[in-house]
C-alpha cells in the first residue's frame, strides 16, 4: 500500500491539515510536541479501530471540537474515517467497511521506542503483541478474540458472584480459545526463522523465541482447554477468576538461549524488537499479498548508528513506504541517497 494524500480535521493537535505529495521515504522533522507522533497515529487510524497511543475519542480530538475526520488516498482507494460523540462512520471507496476487514485491506504497523518492552516486559505486552500482528493478516482472529475476552469477562463474573453456572461460559471459550492458540502457534512457527535470521543480520549472537501454554496440548486444542477448565475448577473457584487459557499464555523470547528480558542488553533487546517486528510485517506482506505502510516513531533515536544503517537498509529494500520522525533533518544523514528523503516540516 502506498499513501498519496492525506486530510486530517479536528484531529489532536490539528483543525486542519492537508498533505498531497508522499515518497516511499518519508521524514518528519520538528520539535518534540510539534505534531509528528499525532500525524502518524492519524494515519495509524486508516487501518485501525484504535491510535496506537489511546483509543479515547476524546483524547483524539481536537479540544476546540467534539469529533475529528481522516481521509486517506492509498493507491487511488479512498478511507475516510468520522468520529463524534453521536457518529462514527468508516468507509472504503464511499462504502462502509467493518475495522477488521479495513485492517487486512490497508495493513500500517507502528514502531516506538516502547518496542523494547516486547522484550523485558510482561506477557501481557506480548500477547497483545501477537495478537494485533494476527488480526492484520487474519480478519477473522479478531472476532474470535473479541468472542473469546466477553466469554471470559462473564465467566470471572459468575466465579464471584454466581458459581453455580460459571460454567455455561465455557462453550465459548474452549470453541474461540482453540482457534486463537492453533492460530498464535502457526503465526510463531512462521516467525521463528525469520527472527533467528534478521537477528543474526543485525548482530552477533542469537536469538529465537517460545510459545508456552498454561496447560498441556493435545493435537486436539479443544479437548485440550475443555479438560484444562475441568481439572481446574476448583482452583478458579477458589480464586474467583479463570486460570487457564490463551489469556494466560506467554511468548518467551531468548538471547543466546537465555531469557531476554534477565540476560540481554539494552541494546540486545532493541534488536530482538526491531527482529520480531519486521519478521511480523514480512509475514503479513506475504499471507496478504500487499505492502505494509511502516510508522518509525523515534524508534531509531536510541539504536547506535552501525545498527541502524542495518535496520533502516532492511526497511528501504523491502520497498515499503516508511514514514520516520526526528528533530532535526541531520538525524537522517544515515539515508542516502538524500535525494530520495519527502522531508515533511512540522515546526512551520
Request: charged share 30%; with cysteine.
Amino acid at each position: 500500500m502506498f499513501l498519496e494524500q492525506i486530510k486530517l480535521i479536528n484531529f489532536r493537535s490539528f483543525e486542519t491539515l492537508t498533505i498531497d505529495s508522499f515518497s516511499q521515504i518519508n521524514c518528519l522533522v520538528g520539535e518534540n510536541g510539534s505534531g509528528k507522533t499525532n500525524f502518524l497515529e492519524g494515519l495509524y487510524l486508516l487501518s485501525s479501530n484504535r491510535g496506537f497511543r489511546t483509543g479515547d475519542r476524546k483524547e483524539l480530538t481536537n479540544r476546540k471540537a467534539d469529533g475529528f475526520f481522516i481521509q486517506g488516498v492509498f493507491d487511488g482507494e479512498v478511507i475516510e474515517r468520522t468520529v463524534s460523540e453521536k457518529k462514527k462512520k468508516l468507509t472504503l471507496s464511499e462504502q462502509s467497511i467493518a475495522s477488521n476487514h479495513l485492517r487486512t485491506h490497508n495493513p500500517v504497523v507502528a514502531f516506538s521506542p516502547n518496542d523494547i518492552f516486547l522484550a523485558t516486559g510482561t506477557s501481557e505486552t506480548r500477547r497483545r503483541f501477537f495478537d494485533a500482528a494476527i488480526a492484520l493478516r487474519d480478519d477473522e482472529y479478531s472476532d474470535y478474540l473479541a468472542k473469546y475476552e466477553r466469554a471470559l469477562r462473564q465467566r470471572n463474573a459468575s466465579l464471584k458472584k454466581d458459581p453455580k453456572n460459571a460454567d455455561i461460559w465455557n462453550d465459548a471459550l474452549i470453541t474461540n480459545g482453540a482457534k486463537i492458540i492453533k492460530k498464535r502457534l502457526d503465526f510463531v512457527k512462521l516467525l521463528i526463522p525469520k527472527v533467528e535470521a534478521l537477528y543474526q543480520e543485525f548482530t552477533k549472537g542469537s536469538a529465537t523465541l517460545k510459545y508456552f501454554n498454561n496447560f498441556k496440548l493435545t493435537q486436539n486444542i479443544e479437548d485440550a482447554l475443555k479438560e484444562a477448565l475441568a481439572q481446574s475448577k476448583s482452583e478458579d473457584l477458589r480464586r474467583k477468576h479463570t486460570s487457564k487459557g490463551p489469556h494466560r499464555d506467554d511468548i518467551t523470547l531468548l538471547i543466546n538461549d537465555l531469557p531476554a528480558a534477565k540476560s540481554g542488553s539494552q541494546g540486545q533487546n532493541r534488536t530482538l524488537s526491531f527482529a520480531l517486528k519486521i519478521g511480523s510485517v514480512e509475514i503479513i506482506e506475504e499471507t496478504l499479498g500487499r505492502k505494509p505502510i511502516l510508522l518509525i516513531d523515534d524508534a531509531l533515536l536510541e539504536v547506535d548508528p552501525k545498527r541502524r544503517q542495518y535496520i533502516f537498509d532492511k526497511f528501504y529494500s523491502s520497498g515499503l513506504q516508511l514514514f520516520f520522525t526526528g528533530t532535526t533533518k541531520e538525524f537522517f544523514d544515515f539515508i542516502q541517497p538524500s535525494e530520495a528523503i519527502n522531508f515533511i516540516n512540522f515546526d512551520d
